[in-house]
Every structure is written in C-alpha cells, then in structure tokens.
C-alpha cells in the first residue's frame, strides 16, 4: 500500500475511535440517562483545548505565532490526563448550573446556549485560545520514539486509540450492566420513582455529566493529538447533534448499536461527502451533509425509533400489561 | 450612553417580538421549537428578497411576517403534529425539532450560500427625541414591535381565542374538559408565533447592517435568556425579560466588547438560573410536566 492511502487509513481509524469514545459518552447522559446534553461538543472542545495548551508550551516560545493562556510542556500521558480532570471539573460546573430545575427539554437548550456562548467568547477573545484561527502545532506525542516517523507513527497511534478505546468500551459497558447502570436507566423511565426508591435523580444526572464530560474531553485530547490542531469552526454547536444521530440511529442505551452508528455516521456520511461526484461548491455539500443527518435523525425517530440495534430490555417475571412502555419514544420522565 | 439606550430600545423591540413568540407557542403547544430562528431566517430572506424587487420596506415585514406564520403553521402540521400523535414526549420532540432547524437552517444555506446581505440603506428622516436620535428604520422597528406587542396582548387578554391560549398553557386537560377546540387554538399559537418570528427575523436583519444565515443562531442566545429570565412559559415575563436583556446587552456591549454583548444576556440567564430558577414571572411554573 502507498503511504498515501496508508495516511488516509490511518486517519479514517483515529476517527473512529474518537467518535467511539464521544459516542458512549454522550450515550451514558443521554441513551442510558437521558439526560438531553445539548452542549455535549463543548466538553469534547475543553478536552481538545486542554491537551494543546498542556503540550505547546508557553505562548512566547513560538514567537506569537499564535497566543494563548498558559501554555505547559508536559510529558506524554499527562495532557491527556489533564484533559480529562478538565472535562469533569467543566462536566461538574456546567451540571451544577445547566442541571437546576428547569424542565428537562429547556435544560437541554440551555446547555445549547452554553455552546453556543462558548464558542462566541473563543471567537471573539483572541488572547485566550487564538480566537478564530484556534490552536496549531500542537505537538505530537512521543514522535520519533523508538524510529516511529510518518506512517508508521500513525500506525502507532492506531494502536494506542485502539487500546484507550477498548479500555473505555469495558468501563462503560461494566458501568451500564451494573447495579448503578440500573439507577441510572430508572432515572431515564421514572426519576420520581427512582427518587422514591431512595437513589437520587439528580445526583445520578450529575454524575454522568461529569463522566461524560471526562470522557468526551479524552475523545477530543486523542483528537487534537493527532490532527495538531483544533478551531472554533470544528465544534460549532451542530456538531453536538452528529453525536445525538449516531446514539439514535445506533440504539439508544445499546453499547454495539452506538459503535454501528458511529461508524456509519461519522466515518461514513462525512466519507461519503468527499466522494461525491458531482462538482457542487464545498459549502452546499456541507449544508446538505446536515440536511441528509437531521432526515436521517427524523426517519429514525419516526420509523426506527429503538436504533438499529435496539438495547436489550432484561425483564423479570411477567410484566403486567400496559406497563410494557419501552421499545419506542423517547420515555424517560413522562410522569403520571 | 443616550446613543447606546437608543440602540438597547431597539434590540428590546426585535428580542420581545421574537421572545414572546417563542414564549407563547411553547406555553400553549407545550413544543420546545428550536426550529423558531430557522423560521427568523427564513422570512428574513423572504423580506430580503421581496425588497431587492423593489417592494417597499414596510410591506416586506408585513409579508415575511406572513410568510413565518405559514412556515410555523407547516412545520407544525407536518412534521410535529404527527410526532405528538405518535406519543412521542416533550423530550423526544426537542430532538425532534432541532433536526427541523437543522434541516431547515442549512437548506437555507445551500440556498443563499455562506455570504453576507444586506437591505440597504433605508431613507427616511431621523427623530430626535431629546437627544436619543434614532434613525428611520430604527423608528419603523419600534413600531412595529409596539404594535405587535398591543395586538398581542389584546388578543390574550380580551379574546376568547386568547383565553383559550391562556387556559390551555394553563392545564389542558381541564381546557380540555371545558370545551376549548385544542388542536385549533393550538393550531393559531403555531401561527401567530410564526408570525411574530417572520416580523422579529425581518426587523433583525434590518437592525443588522449586515446579516448572514448565521447570524439568528447568535440571536438564540438571547431569546432563550429572555424566557427563562421572566420564567418559563410566561409571555408576559418573555416580554419584560426582552426589554430588559435588550437594553442591558446594547448598554453593557457600549462600555464593553462589543462581539461579547450577547454573553451579558448569557451571565444574566446563569445569574437567574443560579438565583431564581423559576424566573420573575413562572405561571406554569418550570415542572409542568407533572400536570401535563
């Protein structure tokens, strides 16, 4: 293979694993939850921010290339680290003021408004985090240890995402099946029963706001690192939404379901774009990109609403009839 | 300062026309309709394009505003409608309507392409008001926010159709119960809010010298902070909410970044939300899915 096509793998793959991560995060607030985080591409951005400033260095150093807050030259494993105490402490904050009692549909849009704010503050401070144009150069980690250059550094990093994406996949997949996972989708269907119940709702909410947080910052450290470099135009709000399709159309709460959707979504759709034939100027396909997602996400919703693969519903004993409410809308929280 | 009331009086007009739009559909239809800016835009351009053939530019608001009231009325009955007969809940239709203005947003877009327009410079006489100047298109955005809010107010308060609005925000099953025609009242809510977001998108983008497909999602920000800062689901606090954002964000963007007046409205909703989640006004109140 020509390194080439080898470069394009490579990167397709980093991809993958990024949106595995993302996914399962948003899939614990929002598929196992519910919790509607309409503001989920921020965390994702922190993270990203995060790990560039954490291994940039100081802002003089590149000769106002580019300028920033702070700006430290860490040792591998620690920006990535440092983007995950920095994706769960924003989880923590955000959840603390986005998660009061509000009615979960306006929570959800003003967590919207957080990113959208977000991204507006970024743009329009140029000091903070090089506004418009964003972080480049970022370096990236561990380059030319032990010979590894070019292709066969990005291999490397295939492997290393592999393996950070499997760890990832056991710790939700343990989290979901376990008793917790269980107070967490009784929050979904009923969080007045689940509060009756003596677990608290809120709490639950909050804990995976900020796992999710932390989880989503991780996708986005891996992200920065490899791609060395991260604007405000990469997670404009919209983007948040890309997840919510790949959780819908894979299958809510549905851990296999959400890896289908993210492949098909993130990797293929956006894949698919670039292929198309017709030589229509860059910005109309990208407007139909969304456009294709929101019918897709409207089709599912409509047609398929438990996802490609839907989650698998344990029961036990006979359920008394009419109670057998899951399978299809959204039905966390209806209430009496 | 004088100058920068002046332009706070006008971003109040364009924020209270649009928030209590939002504020009213929401209380009556019990939708979140995110796909509400993608309406603004939408009868933004319409105006736009009816003003670039040469219609006056009173008439263009006019018709964009009836041209919002048509495209709220169509989303309404194609695509929300039949979600909610579906039984699809209050959480499952906010995703419902973010794909609507997804869709609808970037068709926008494929449609009139990323550049930026503008209405071009408006004619007419400046009015000094001792000392607060404003200019002619800033009167005729007053104007017509007055007229919306008077009508609008009229129509809640000594209507039956507007009882029936104020009734069913209330509790619908008990307007129910009392013989209120739902689907219809429900029906005009989408209408008249369509309306108010057809005028609220024209008279932004004349307010913006320059306006692009964007530059209603900045506008969100501030029409969310307005209703949840007069509480959730009251018009009557979506409008004090407006007046109040809209003169503070002008006044605070005047003495400070002015890219960053939005965040002032931004602070604000954190400050309410922090302080008195309910906000000034919470007639039905944040949990209502509980009488629902």
């Known amino acids: 293979m020509n390194s080439a096509i080898q470069l394009y793998a490579t990167t397709l793959l980093v991809y993958l694993a990024v949106n595995l991560i993302a996914s399962w995060a948003l899939d614990i607030q929002f598929g196992v939850t519910g919790v509607l985080n309409f503001g989920f591409i921020l965390f994702q951005s922190a993270g990203a921010y995060a790990a560039a400033l954490l291994s940039l260095g100081p802002a003089k150093a590149s000769g106002g290339f580019q300028q920033y807050f702070g700006g430290w030259q860490l040792p591998f494993p620690l920006p990535l680290l440092g983007a995950v105490a920095v994706g769960a402490a924003l989880g923590w904050l955000v959840g603390w003021v986005g998660l009061r009692r509000l009615r979960g549909d306006f929570q959800a849009v003003v967590l919207l408004v957080v990113s959208v704010v977000a991204s507006l503050v970024v743009e329009s401070l140029p000091g903070f985090l090089n506004g418009d144009a964003g972080l480049s150069l970022v370096p990236k980690p561990l380059l030319g240890l032990a010979g590894l250059t070019g292709v066969s550094y990005a291999w490397a990093f295939v492997g290393f995402c592999a393996v950070v994406c499997g760890l990832v996949a056991i710790l939700v997949a343990r989290l979901v099946h376990s008793p917790y996972g269980r107070v967490l989708r009784a929050v979904r269907e009923n969080d007045a029963l689940a509060d009756a119940m003596g677990r608290s709702s809120s709490r639950a909410r909050m804990e995976v706001f900020v796992l999710g947080g932390a989880l989503a910052a991780l996708s986005g450290a891996l992200l920065v690192e490899f791609t060395t470099a991260w604007a405000p135009s990469g997670w404009l709000y919209p983007e948040t939404f890309v997840y919510f399709t790949i959780v819908i159309i894979g299958g809510r709460a549905s851990l296999p379901g959400v890896a289908v959707g993210a492949a098909l979504i993130a990797v293929g759709i956006q894949q698919a774009v670039q292929l198309f034939p017709i030589g229509a100027d860059a910005t109309v396909l990208a407007s139909l990109q969304w456009v294709v997602i929101g019918i897709l996400t409207l089709g599912f919703l409509w047609w398929r609403p438990q996802g490609l693969i839907p989650e698998r519903v344990r029961r036990f004993g006979p359920t008394p009839a009419g109670s057998a409410t899951r399978g299809g809308e959204v039905q966390e929280g209806v209430g009496p | ?292």
């Open chain 2, 1 to 292: 300062m004088l100058g920068a009331f002046g332009f706070g009086l006008v971003t109040a007009a364009i924020l209270s026309v649009s928030a209590v739009g939002f504020t009213l559909q929401y209380s009556v239809s019990n939708v979140l309709n995110l796909a509400f800016v993608s309406i603004m835009t939408a009868s933004g351009f319409v105006a736009y394009g009816l003003i670039v053939v040469g219609v006056t530019l009173w008439l263009a608001i006019a018709l964009a505003a009836l041209a919002g009231g048509l495209l709220s009325a169509l989303i309404n009955w194609g695509i929300y409608t039949p979600f909610i007969r579906r039984g699809t809940s209050t959480f499952g239709m906010v995703i419902v309507t973010i794909s609507t203005a997804l869709i609808g947003q970037n068709l926008i877009q494929a449609a009139v392409g990323p550049g930026f327009f503008s209405y071009g410079v408006v004619t007419g006489r400046a009015v000094n008001l001792g000392g607060l100047v404003l200019t002619a298109d800033q009167v005729v955005t007053i104007g017509v926010a007055v007229a919306v809010m008077a009508a609008t107010y009229l129509g809640l308060q000594y209507t039956k159709l507007g009882r029936a609005m104020r009734a069913l925000s209330v509790n619908p099953s008990l307007a129910r119960a009392c013989g209120v025609d739902t689907g219809r009242v429900v029906a005009v809510a989408w209408l008249a809010s369509g309306v108010m977001a057809g005028a609220g998108g024209a008279l932004l983008f004349l307010d913006t010298a320059t306006f692009s497909v964007t530059t209603g999602s900045y506008f969100l920000i501030v029409i969310i902070a307005a209703a949840v800062f007069g509480g959730v689901g009251s018009a009557k606090g979506a409008f004090l909410g407006a007046v109040i954002l809209g003169v503070a964000t002008e006044v605070a963007g005047a003495y400070w970044i002015p890219e960053l007046k939005d965040v002032v409205a931004f602070a604000v909703l954190v400050l309410v939300l922090l302080v008195r989640p309910r906000g000034l006004f919470s007639e039905i109140a944040t949990l209502r899915q509980a009488v629902g």
